[in-house]
């Protein structure tokens, strides 16, 4: 009793937050029933008639779903490498810069696109690569025929990935040269002390010094596997490209909002959320047993 | 320090160059954007607009100046930022302190942690959250674009590890002095916790001014999106006219849009970032720092 006291002033504290999020986060998970529904909108989750997992066969035998669920796998995969990939490197070679100045401007330059929106961005990323735009420009210019980027399935999806890691890269990057620069400097002095050059400094202290991080990174990425940039491509894409850079998100959109499918839509989301949920336990865990790194 | 091999400095040049080329790729987007938006309409459709203005005009901020749409959505968003981020670090400020107690100080911790983690890791997707969101009846107010996200719970979790970082022994002497809980939040905690608030205040207000999706989903009426929102229309138009034309046909729409005008809106979208951008990028590394490289 005499904690109840003394504790009731924190539990009105948390009330408003347990109050939104019960509603707007706990809501919908309950609300996953009607994966199991054959749901009308007018009867809602408790008066829709149960169809078992009727609506995951649906799904699950549509014709489309194999290449949405191999576009999620493929976009998501070549993202997660090279989001590793690209900003290690800029971090090296960013770290040999000494001039302070110059390194600093490159850093805000690599991090602007970061900060804005897809709207934004999807906006420059369509002028850059419509027909008249200055890429098609130079095309022509070394004698190309203009290709239709934003209508080929091919070019499409390299243009998804492509600028994805245009937008990201810098956050990773950033991380990286921090704990690049975090490496004890002794280290590098001893190393050249007994004759190795930058290339073996590289190979054999910024490599392994930052190996943590790197794994860190990578682990953790390994969660998003199916989620390949809903709001991006949704933004991007167009009916001519559904082939190549249709994902589990967009398609879900489509068939829930327009569609009206809510069953089947609620389904492919439940689908996903719960490997997503598997994915995030095991990489969790994984980062926890490589690096000790915790949340909480 | 002994004198640069040759090697060594062929590798400087090179470095630079590249670095300076990965730069450029970075900004030269945007000048081309700009460039567009103040070039004449006719040059921008030719596609003769490269990196600086061709027929130099202001038409299009012009235009863009008696835009309706434009104004009306524009001030959606800053009511959306003020209202979003004034719930949003109420609630983050208010959720974290009695989390950031200990198990001994505060009995029920545990479970409430857990309450709120879960959501970190599931959530009942789009269609679920869809229908609660209508069924709670705010779908078409500004209030779905607030409420949902009332409660950011990872930047709970950053201002909860701040206030575990503050020393104990503060609010133990206050509460030896006769102050109650709310006491010390607003009068100790919130004093010494501005460079937090600030960092996680930047990241809602970009947040909530980038945020363009929700819009399209929870507001049926057009006037009354915000302007990423509005924006994001306005490029989807395009993508779903292009993908029925052929080739001359893209040409020919080429001409009719309004080009320079809609890559001024764009632009204007992301100006606001633009001049802020110094003092995020400060911030944003700190809290991404502070974020992710634990020991």
Known sequence: MRTLKKEYVLHLMLLPGVIATLIYAYGPMAGLVMAFQQFEPLSGFFKSEFVGFDN???????????????????????????????????????????????????????????????????????????????????????????????????????????????????????????????????????????????????MHI?????????????????GGILNAGFEQILIMYNPTVYEGADIIDTFVYRLGMFSQQFGPAAAIGLFKSVISLGLVSITYYAAYKLNNYRIF | MHKPSISRKLFVVFNTLLLTAITLLGIIPFIHLLSISLSSNTAAMAGEVKLWPVGFSLDAYQYLGEKVEFFRSLWVSVQRVVLGTAVNMLLVFITAFPLAKSNHQFKFRTPYVWFFAITMFFGGGLIPTYIIVKDTGIIDSI??????????????????????????????????????????????????SLPSIATIGLFTIVGHWNSWFDGILYLNSPEKYPLQTYLSTLIMSINAQMSSMSIEQLKVMDNLSEKTLRNAQIFMGALPIMLVYPFLQKYFVKGMTVGSVKE
């Open chain 1, 56 to 202: 995951f066969r649906y799904v699950f035998a549509l014709p489309d779903f194999g290449q949405v669920l191999w576009n999620t796998i493929i976009i998501a995969i070549f993202k997660m490498i090279l989001f590793l990939l690209v900003p290690l490197i800029l971090a090296l070679l960013l770290n040999e810069v000494t001039r302070k100045w110059f390194s600093g401007f490159i850093q805000s330059a690599i991090f602007l696109p970061f900060f804005l929106s897809w709207t934004v961005l999807g906006g420059v990323v369509i002028e850059l690569f419509s027909l008249s735009g200055p890429v098609n420009g130079l095309l022509t210019e070394i004698g190309f025929q203009p290709i239709m980027f934003m209508l080929d399935n091919d070019w499409f999806r390299g243009i998804v990935i492509g600028s994805d890691v245009w937008k990201g890269m810098g956050y990773n990057m950033i991380v990286m040269l921090a704990a690049i620069v975090g490496i004890n400097a002794t280290l590098y002095e001893a190393a050249e002390v007994d004759g190795a050059g930058k290339w073996k400094q590289v």
């Open chain 1, 206 to 222: 910024t490599l392994p010094g930052i190996s943590p991080i790197l794994i860190l990174l990578g682990v953790l990425s390994l």
């Open chain 2, 143 to 192: 209030w779905a674009l607030v409420l949902p996200g009332a409660l950011n719970v990872w930047n709970m979790v950053l201002m909860l590890n701040f206030f575990r970082s503050i020393p104990r022994e503060l609010d133990e002497a206050a509460i030896i002095d006769g102050a109650g809980h709310w006491r010390v939040l607003w009068q100790i905690y919130l004093p010494v």
